[in-house]
């Protein structure tokens, strides 16, 4: 494969989207030994049908605020990929989205949903509409009104969104709500539903639990089979941050930060379960910031900063893209971090990822370390196909299962000669093998 011949076209076509660039880029470099042993790909100009979403779709949403103002955002789906299922991904409400950041959510959603070995396609879509600040009867007509136009896309066997930044079970009751309304039907064309209405037992849990488990996995190639002594930075409040800080407690950990995207509290005594319960009633129930923990609790809060200075063993991202800079890195390996997994999607850069790798440590990509969210969505659908209700110990049994399963797919692909497991190229390459063959074997679409 020309790699870099594929990047400049793709920049070329796509430009101003360097969300999308970053993402393209990592995967492609690091599937070549793969890639290169089946020319039969290169004919089929694989990688291009691979790399472009197979459909997007972007529409205006028009709402009215609590003041009577009539507002507009932009909203958007982009259907990467449904070679191996019906589309699958979450929406994400956030200033920040655009058709590059959606665009490099849903090419990633591919691979990890591949990886789940669940059959899910890959997509993402979501909104820049901002919900901070805003009343829950703001939020619902939010949905409702973005549902107008969506519902025309989606489907239980057509594309099933789900959660992601600023959507959790609350817009996810809203928008199904207003899906079952247009489309009259109700199944499981969403995932994250209320346990009322078809929602799965340990969904809300799932990304945060999965990425410890994964995180497990890596630690006992090494011979650590607990928590116990290690000292866990994570970034991130929200539902990812929390349910992976209650994992970390139950196994032993000690989490000294969490953060948003004001700033950070760092907490030497670390976070106890009493202390992580007011995290989850200061988010879930009053909406606040991570400051009032400090406040609270008499600790330390670093306004506009991240958490990786502090000193950790293992480092759990879990708020957002690129929050891991390669000066962060540095840091980290400096205080002598052992592992990183990333709750959050891309959460690191490049030159991070360079670091991680380089310093050979356990570093998990988000592809591999935060699917158990997407796989519990997976087990939800197959859940409302069958009209059934799996107790909590079978779906985290089976989530435990598909995260160990994940990580020998990345030691399969990904075991370098002197031993060291680059996680990166292994998620990649196993992610990118399955999708491929499916396509191959689907003829020229
Ligand atoms: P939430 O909205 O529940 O929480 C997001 C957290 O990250 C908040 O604390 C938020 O702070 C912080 N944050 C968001 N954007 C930024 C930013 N630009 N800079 C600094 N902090 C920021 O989202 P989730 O927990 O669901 O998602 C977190 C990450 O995990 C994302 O990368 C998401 O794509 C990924 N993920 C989520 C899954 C899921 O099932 N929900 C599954 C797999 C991955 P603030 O409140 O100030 O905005
Ligand atoms: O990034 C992700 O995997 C998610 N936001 C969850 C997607 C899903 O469909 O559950």
Request: aromatic share 10%; charged share 25%.
């Amino acid at each position: 494969m020309k790699t870099e011949l594929v990047l400049d076209a793709l920049k070329r076509r796509f430009p101003n989207e360097p969300e999308y660039h970053q993402a393209v880029e990592e995967v492609l470099m690091t599937i070549e030994d793969e890639y290169n042993k089946h020319p039969e790909f290169d004919k089929a100009n694989l990688i291009e049908r691979l790399c472009i979403p197979d459909r997007m779709f972007s529409f205006r949403v028009t709402w009215t605020d609590d003041k009577g103002n009539v507002q507009t955002n932009m909203a958007y789906r982009f259907q990467h990929n449904c070679a191996i299922g019906p589309y699958k991904g979450g929406m994400r409400f956030h200033a920040s989205v655009c058709p590059s950041i959606l665009k490099f959510l849903a090419f990633e959603q591919t691979f990890k949903n591949a990886l789940t070995t669940l059959p899910m396609g890959g997509a993402k879509g979501g909104s820049d509409f901002n919900p901070k600040g805003k009343s829950n009867a703001e939020i619902m007509r939010f949905c409702q009104a973005l549902m107008l136009e969506l519902w025309k896309y989606i489907g239980p066997e057509t594309d099933v969104p789900a959660g992601d930044i600023g959507v959790g079970g609350r817009e996810v009751a809203y928008m199904f709500g207003m899906y079952k309304k247009l489309a009259r039907e109700h199944t499981g064309t969403f995932t994250g539903k209320g346990l009322e209405f078809g929602g799965s037992l340990i969904r809300p849990e799932a990304t945060g639990y999965g990425n410890i488990y994964f995180l497990m996995n890596m630690l006992s190639t090494k011979g650590i089979k607990n928590l116990k002594g290690q000292v866990i930075a994570i970034s991130g409040s929200g539902n990812v941050a929390t349910y992976t800080a209650e994992k970390a407690l139950q196994l032993g950990g000690k989490v000294i930060t969490m953060s948003d995207s004001n700033g950070y509290i760092y907490d030497p005594d670390g976070i106890t379960r009493e202390k992580l319960d007011y995290i989850f009633e200061l988010k879930n129930v009053y909406r606040g910031r991570i400051k009032e923990y400090a406040e609270k609790y008499g600790c330390k809060y670093v306004e506009g900063a991240r958490p990786w200075g502090e000193k950790c063993t293992i480092a759990l991202p879990s708020a957002t893209q690129n929050e891991i800079n390669g000066d962060d890195a540095k840091m980290l390996l400096a205080n002598g971090c052992i592992a990183v997994s990333e709750g959050a999607n891309m959460p690191s850069t490049p030159e991070a990822v360079k670091a991680f790798l380089d310093a050979k440590i356990l570093y998990a990509p988000g592809k591999a370390a935060n699917a158990g969210g997407v796989s519990v969505s997976g087990l939800e659908m197959t859940q409302n196909s069958m009209k059934i209700a799996w107790s909590k110990e079978e779906v985290d049994e089976k989530l435990k299962s598909i995260m160990a399963n994940i990580h020998e797919q990345c030691v399969r692909y990904g075991t370098q000669k002197d031993g060291y497991v680059n996680y990166v190229k292994g998620a990649n390459t196993a992610g990118f093998m399955k999708v491929a063959k499916a396509m191959m074997a689907q003829g020229i679409l």
